[in-house]
């Protein structure tokens, strides 16, 4: 069991990532996996983490991540935004919170009196409906703010279901407090109710000011600070002020920090560089704080809350869908708000067990506190963990997910994980028709474009890959098949059977295909072909599958031996060349490139995008500078081809790459010269895209300076 803080961070954090990233291949949201994880190491599962870390060495990041959710979702709340919702949102909270209040204290009442005996006698029964169904108002607000932030969600929807959310905070303390009134007057404490109401008033309105207060000392000191570092420290320090402040005064923290994001994003300034700056520093915090949400989370609450718990649970969720539905019918809200945002409400957390610490510590309440606790905990643990998979799908079906990529219409509607797996298999392996005119092989061809194929999917896109270099040298292309050396001779028969595909691809653009079988070890048999018949370019296809770096021996072995470009290709979905991107770093590789991305653009007419990468702290003046001589060169090697540049300063060169990398079809990139261990220490660009990018990429491997051949010019 973990006992010290540190290491608990740093298993909380591993895990919490871990497993969120399993979730995402299924299509759950981060926090299902981050909850899920504390789960799997809480007491409910594994016991690695213990109740001392959880509920006091690490309970300050709990607080550190509320206040940061509630101020994130107040950023939501902008009036100016709003606009026609205002009234979407006024009516849906009312109505879903009262109906949800409704429901839960009919059906609990319901269960006491005609299925389970809570022992409490009638009135016993109202007071145990009452506060059960005061607690079901609330939701949770840090889930759908992290599906919100996960998603990159905009639109009506979205900012309808966070206002509902901001403003349903406030009306659960309003209820609550209702609800522990009239428990009070049932109770035979009716000189407290008047109090009540007014501790009611005094918690939501102090709230409220001290939110609106620290809101305004943040805007007045932003005004006054210019570095991002300096705005962060200070906003951090006043928010977590506000929240301790209204701790120590038994207020609202929540209701507190919305305020604060409220009042600064509807400044006319409308400062929001503390947002951003947040946004930058949150993560970590909330991998913690929902991954210790799920070590609270105790399933053997499942078992104790019986009837009365599954009553909560399913009334509950009939009041927020069916409350959300007529509120937006009432006010006219477009179907898709009406439809859906019920189903987003259903997570409950934080609020909810506060509420439940209020009744146990409630000298007149404590005794039903034996009850609605396992009962509240019980709904948590269901709405927590299916709660937030409702509320990213509502966020999909309303079309308002920002960076969920269109579905790529080849996977003909797989999921996202079955589809990329398709996408490198063979049968999701195809090439794009060849439109283009037949090309004219040359009077005297010198040499060969060898290819080497190794598999049936494949062997098509390499002869018309070799086919195209070899019009560009001047050469025909060759298709050579290694065998082992111990196989059985091939008939002739066997032969025209084994290279039919690269046979028709070449006759379909124009050229003959020479043809060779070697029985010998891959990559000597390459490179012997390669040298007996002045081979001009090898072309190699990466392995089918999730491992392609599993050629590098074979590739290695041909790239150091043979005297001419190897071109290693690795194969995603459909094959093809109308939008060429080729990433670099020093202008060096250009030369390397030319001959290949020539080769290209001399058959066909594609649009080629060169993207330089340079280091993340470049300056103005060197992207400038790159720029300019990158545009020279392009507009003195290509004159007829549609060709454009692109500078990066790259904090990270693989995600530069990946991030424009879906634009185009195909990416071009040179190898790396490191072998061995060095290859093993230092990494390779080239093999990180191959492993990672959805595109086919082609890899250029080039001779040394004083072994290369001459290339012919055009």
Same mark, same amino acid.
């Given at each position: 069991?973990?006992?010290?803080?540190? $290491?608990?961070?740093?298993?909380?954090?591993?895990?919490?990532?871990?497993?969120?990233?399993?979730?995402?291949?299924?299509?759950?949201?981060?926090?299902?996996?981050?909850?899920?994880?504390?789960?799997?190491?809480?007491?409910?599962?594994?016991?690695?983490?213990?109740?001392?870390?959880?509920?006091?060495?690490?309970?300050?990041?709990?607080?550190?991540?509320?206040? &940061?959710?509630?101020?994130?979702?107040?950023?939501?709340?902008?009036?100016?935004?709003?606009?026609?919702?205002?009234?979407?949102?006024?009516?849906?909270?009312?109505?879903?919170?009262?109906?949800?209040?409704?429901?839960?204290?009919?059906?609990?009442?319901?269960?006491?009196?005609?299925?389970?005996?809570?022992?409490?006698?009638?009135?016993?029964?109202?007071?145990?409906?009452?506060?059960?169904?005061?607690?079901?108002?609330?939701?949770?607000?840090?889930?759908?703010?992290?599906? #919100?932030?996960?998603?990159?969600?905009?639109?009506?929807?979205?900012?309808?279901?966070?206002?509902?959310?901001?403003?349903?905070?406030?009306?659960?303390?309003?209820?609550?407090?209702?609800?522990?009134?009239?428990?009070?007057?049932?109770?035979?404490?009716?000189?407290?109710?008047?109090?009540?109401?007014?501790?009611?008033?005094?918690?939501?309105?102090?709230?409220?000011?001290?939110?609106?207060?620290?809101?305004?000392?943040?805007?007045?000191?932003?005004?006054?600070?210019?570095?991002?570092?300096?705005?962060?420290?200070?906003? &951090?320090?006043?928010?977590?002020?506000?929240?301790?402040?209204?701790?120590?005064?038994?207020?609202?923290?929540?209701?507190?920090?919305?305020?604060?994001?409220?009042?600064?994003?509807?400044?006319?300034?409308?400062?929001?560089?503390? $947002?951003?700056?947040?946004?930058?520093?949150?993560?970590?915090?909330?991998?913690?704080?929902?991954?210790?949400?799920?070590?609270?989370?105790?399933?053997? @609450?499942?078992?104790?809350?019986?009837?009365?718990?599954?009553?909560?649970? %399913?009334?509950?969720?009939?009041?927020?869908?069916?409350?959300?539905?007529?509120?937006?019918?009432?006010?006219?809200?477009?179907?898709?708000?009406?439809?859906?945002?019920?189903? @987003?409400?259903?997570?409950?957390?934080?609020?909810?067990?506060?509420?439940?610490?209020?009744?146990?510590?409630?000298?007149?309440?404590?005794?039903?506190?034996?009850?609605?606790?396992?009962?509240?905990?019980?709904?948590?643990?269901?709405?927590?963990?299916?709660?937030?998979?409702?509320?990213?799908?509502?966020?999909?079906?309303?079309?308002?997910?920002?960076?969920?990529?269109?579905?790529?219409?080849?996977?003909?509607?797989?999921?996202?994980?079955?589809?990329?797996?398709?996408?490198?298999?063979?049968?999701?392996?195809?090439?794009?028709?060849?439109?283009?005119?037949?090309?004219?092989?040359?009077?005297?061809?010198?040499?060969?474009?060898?290819?080497?194929?190794?598999?049936?999917?494949?062997?098509?896109?390499?002869?018309?890959?070799?086919?195209?270099?070899?019009?560009?040298?001047?050469?025909?292309?060759?298709?050579?098949?290694?065998?082992?050396?111990?196989?059985?001779?091939?008939?002739?028969?066997?032969?025209?059977?084994?290279?039919?595909?690269?046979?028709?691809?070449?006759?379909?653009?124009?050229?003959?295909?020479?043809?060779?079988?070697?029985?010998?070890?891959?990559?000597?048999?390459?490179?012997?072909?390669?040298? !007996?018949?002045?081979?001009?370019?090898?072309?190699?296809? !990466?392995?089918?599958?999730?491992?392609?770096?599993?050629?590098?021996?074979?590739?290695?072995?041909?790239?150091?031996?043979?005297?001419?470009?190897?071109?290693?290709?690795? $194969?995603?979905?459909?094959?093809?060349?109308?939008?060429?991107?080729?990433?670099?770093?020093?202008?060096?590789?250009?030369?390397?490139?030319?001959?290949? #991305?020539?080769?290209?653009?001399?058959?066909?007419?594609?649009? %080629?995008?060169?993207?330089?990468?340079?280091?993340?702290?470049?300056?103005?003046?060197?992207? +400038?500078?790159?720029?300019?001589?990158?545009?020279?060169?392009?507009?003195?090697? $290509?004159?007829?081809?549609?060709?454009?540049?692109?500078?990066?300063?790259?904090?990270?060169?693989?995600?530069?790459?990946? +991030?424009?990398?879906?634009?185009?079809?195909?990416? #071009?990139?040179?190898?790396?010269?490191?072998?061995?261990?060095?290859?093993?220490?230092?990494?390779?660009?080239?093999?990180?895209?191959?492993?990672?990018?959805?595109?086919?990429?082609?890899?250029? !491997? #080039?001779?040394?300076?004083?072994?290369?051949?001459?290339?012919?010019?055009?």
């Amino acid at each position: 069991m973990i006992t010290q803080a540190t $290491f608990g961070i740093a298993v909380l954090l591993a895990a919490g990532l871990g497993i969120a990233k399993l979730a995402q291949l299924i299509r759950l949201p981060s926090v299902t996996g981050f909850i899920l994880a504390g789960l799997l190491l809480g007491p409910s599962g594994l016991g690695m983490v213990s109740v001392d870390l959880a509920g006091q060495q690490l309970d300050h990041f709990t607080q550190i991540a509320l206040m &940061l959710i509630a101020f994130g979702i107040g950023e939501h709340v902008e009036l100016r935004k709003l606009g026609g919702v205002a009234r979407d949102v006024a009516y849906i909270s009312v109505v879903q919170a009262l109906a949800a209040f409704i429901l839960v204290c009919l059906g609990t009442w319901g269960c006491t009196m005609l299925i389970a005996d809570s022992g409490m006698g009638s009135t016993g029964n109202i007071i145990l409906a009452l506060l059960l169904g005061a607690v079901a108002v609330a939701t949770a607000p840090a889930a759908l703010l992290h599906i #919100v932030r996960e998603l990159d969600a905009r639109g009506p929807y979205t900012a309808t279901l966070l206002a509902v959310v901001a403003v349903d905070d406030g009306l659960a303390i309003m209820i609550f407090g209702m609800a522990v009134s009239a428990a009070h007057q049932l109770t035979g404490g009716g000189a407290g109710t008047l109090h009540a109401i007014f501790a009611v008033i005094w918690e939501i309105g102090a709230s409220i000011a001290i939110g609106v207060f620290t809101g305004f000392c943040i805007d007045f000191i932003l005004h006054k600070l210019h570095e991002r570092g300096e705005m962060l420290t200070a906003g &951090l320090a006043l928010l977590l002020l506000c929240g301790e402040t209204t701790r120590l005064l038994h207020l609202s923290p929540l209701l507190a920090g919305m305020m604060a994001g409220f009042t600064i994003i509807n400044r006319a300034e409308r400062d929001v560089r503390l $947002f951003r700056a947040l946004n930058a520093f949150e993560p970590p915090i909330y991998v913690i704080f929902f991954t210790l949400a799920g070590v609270h989370l105790d399933l053997s @609450a499942l078992k104790l809350a019986g009837w009365i718990g599954l009553v909560y649970f %399913v009334f509950r969720i009939l009041g927020k869908y069916f409350g959300s539905w007529l509120g937006g019918w009432m006010s006219g809200a477009a179907p898709v708000v009406r439809n859906y945002l019920g189903l @987003a409400l259903l997570p409950q957390a934080g609020v909810a067990i506060g509420l439940v610490f209020m009744i146990s510590s409630d000298p007149r309440l404590a005794q039903w506190s034996t009850i609605i606790t396992p009962v509240v905990l019980a709904g948590v643990v269901l709405s927590e963990l299916g709660g937030p998979v409702l509320a990213r799908l509502t966020i999909e079906k309303a079309g308002e997910a920002g960076n969920s990529m269109p579905a790529r219409s080849e996977c003909e509607g797989r999921s996202p994980l079955a589809c990329e797996k398709w996408l490198r298999s063979p049968a999701g392996i195809k090439l794009s028709p060849w439109e283009d005119k037949k090309l004219h092989p040359a009077a005297n061809p010198q040499g060969v474009v060898v290819c080497g194929a190794y598999h049936f999917a494949t062997a098509r896109a390499l002869a018309r890959i070799a086919t195209v270099l070899a019009h560009y040298y001047h050469a025909l292309p060759m298709s050579v098949r290694v065998l082992k050396k111990n196989d059985v001779k091939l008939s002739k028969a066997e032969q025209d059977t084994l290279f039919l595909p690269e046979s028709d691809e070449a006759d379909q653009i124009g050229y003959p295909l020479k043809r060779e079988i070697l029985y010998d070890n891959p990559a000597s048999g390459l490179v012997a072909a390669a040298e !007996y018949n002045n081979a001009r370019a090898v072309v190699l296809g !990466y392995p089918i599958g999730r491992n392609p770096l599993a050629l590098h021996k074979v590739l290695d072995g041909v790239a150091d031996n043979v005297l001419c470009p190897v071109v290693a290709v690795r $194969f995603v979905g459909t094959m093809a060349w109308n939008r060429i991107l080729v990433p670099f770093l020093f202008s060096e590789e250009l030369d390397e490139l030319l001959p290949i #991305v020539e080769a290209m653009t001399t058959s066909r007419h594609p649009a %080629v995008t060169f993207q330089q990468l340079l280091p993340a702290d470049a300056s103005d003046d060197e992207q +400038k500078t790159s720029e300019e001589e990158l545009q020279d060169w392009v507009d003195s090697t $290509f004159f007829d081809v549609n060709a454009e540049v692109i500078i990066t300063r790259a904090e990270s060169r693989l995600e530069a790459i990946l +991030k424009e990398a879906p634009a185009h079809d195909l990416l #071009v990139m040179t190898a790396a010269r490191r072998r061995g261990i060095k290859r093993g220490l230092f990494g390779s660009l080239a093999d990180a895209v191959v492993n990672n990018c959805k595109n086919p990429v082609f890899v250029v !491997y #080039v001779p040394t300076k004083q072994n290369q051949q001459p290339v012919p010019l055009q």
